[in-house]
């Protein structure tokens, strides 16, 4: 019981350009506020953490977590704030962290960081990046980081941005510490990776079996006890969307997924969606859609399957703005007290 009660349970979004219900585009200005709405409802109905991912593209509004972050904080009284994920290579890790202090420092203690080097490449360019150094950038830019995370004077050399020589960053954290997570997306490299810096990990399951990824979680645990750290939580970002009944949730869903999914997939050669393969990712694979019961039910199978210590629901999509705020709700007040009902009778 004591490992139920344990259990976290959050929610992200991208910030996705969302229509209102007659179907037109929304501005970004009016996505933004809209996001702030939903991280305040987050923390009324109970969930435990709301996190931002960073985009730098047409389709997503958010590209500083950390600032609207501080704008939901300022409104919240408990829910952890996060990223999810921070592209940390093409960004400079002593002024992520300063901003994720200071969001620390808004929110009483409440700012988390996800570290990723996200499933997307436009921040590469626009912040003067080669794709070439791809790996390299974020292998040293998280070796920067781990030593900013003690909080004292910083040492540090490299080849991807200028050395700090017994420099110290403020502002501090009063607990001193910002909490962070490294985000995989199935490379076996990246789970030991997460392991060799004593951070814990967040696997990003977007598509196919959840139970495929039960291996690169066995290889952290092994990494782990080989390298002599203590054990760490593993969480599981997924996407899907609650709504009152599975019939309305899969109507509100499915078309905006699609659509998006077929712009995203001709950009990487992808063939276009079929419907027979999105019911098959609701029904076997890593789409959470459907009632709250439906819902509840698959992720206490997940975390069951797994052994995981935290679930983040990706809810949100181009869909209006109100169908996310209904899902929050549901996720809020029915699917995670029902998902530790399931767990607590087996």
Not at 52 to 81: C, K, M, N, Q, W
Not at 234 to 245: E, L, M, W, Y
Request: charged letters at 25%; a negative charge.
């Amino acid at each position: 019981m004591d490992g139920i009660q344990e259990l976290k349970f959050g929610v992200d979004t991208f910030g996705d350009v969302t229509v209102d219900r007659d179907g037109a585009q929304l501005t970004q200005a009016q996505v933004i506020r809209n996001v702030v709405e939903e991280g305040i409802l987050a923390d009324q109905v109970g969930i435990d953490a709301f996190g931002l991912g960073e985009h730098h593209r047409h389709e997503f509004a958010v590209s500083t977590p950390e600032t609207v972050l501080a704008a939901i904080a300022s409104r919240t009284e408990r829910i952890t704030l996060g990223s999810a994920v921070t592209v940390l290579s093409s960004d400079d890790p002593v002024r992520v962290w300063q901003r994720f202090s200071t969001l620390d420092a808004i929110s009483s203690g409440r700012a988390e960081v996800i570290l990723g080097r996200g499933s997307f490449i436009e921040s590469f360019p626009l912040f003067g990046y080669s794709l070439s150094d791809y790996e390299e950038l974020f292998e040293q830019k998280l070796d920067l980081w781990v030593r900013l995370l003690d909080e004292g004077p910083v040492h540090w050399d490299g080849s991807m941005r200028p050395a700090i020589d017994g420099l110290e960053v403020y502002p501090k954290s009063e607990s001193g510490r910002i909490a962070t997570w490294i985000g995989v997306g199935g490379s076996p490299q990246s789970v030991v990776r997460a392991a060799r810096h004593g951070l814990p990990l967040t696997l990003a399951i977007i598509g196919g079996a959840p139970g495929r990824f039960l291996p690169f979680i066995g290889l952290f645990h092994q990494a782990l006890d080989q390298l002599g750290k203590a054990p760490l939580p593993v969480a599981v970002h997924s996407p899907g969307f609650v709504a009152p009944t599975d019939e309305l949730a899969r109507e509100r869903f499915v078309p905006y997924f699609m659509e998006q999914r077929a712009v995203i997939g001709a950009e990487r050669g992808w063939p276009p969606p079929r419907p027979d393969e999105v019911r098959q990712e609701i029904e076997h694979g890593s789409l959470y859609v459907g009632s709250p019961e439906t819902v509840a039910r698959k992720i206490a199978s997940t975390i069951r399957q797994l052994g995981i210590q935290r679930f983040d629901l990706k809810y949100s999509g181009p869909m209006p703005h109100e169908y996310a705020m209904e899902a929050i709700e549901l996720y809020g007040t029915q699917v995670i007290p029902r998902v530790r009902e399931l767990l607590a009778d087996g």
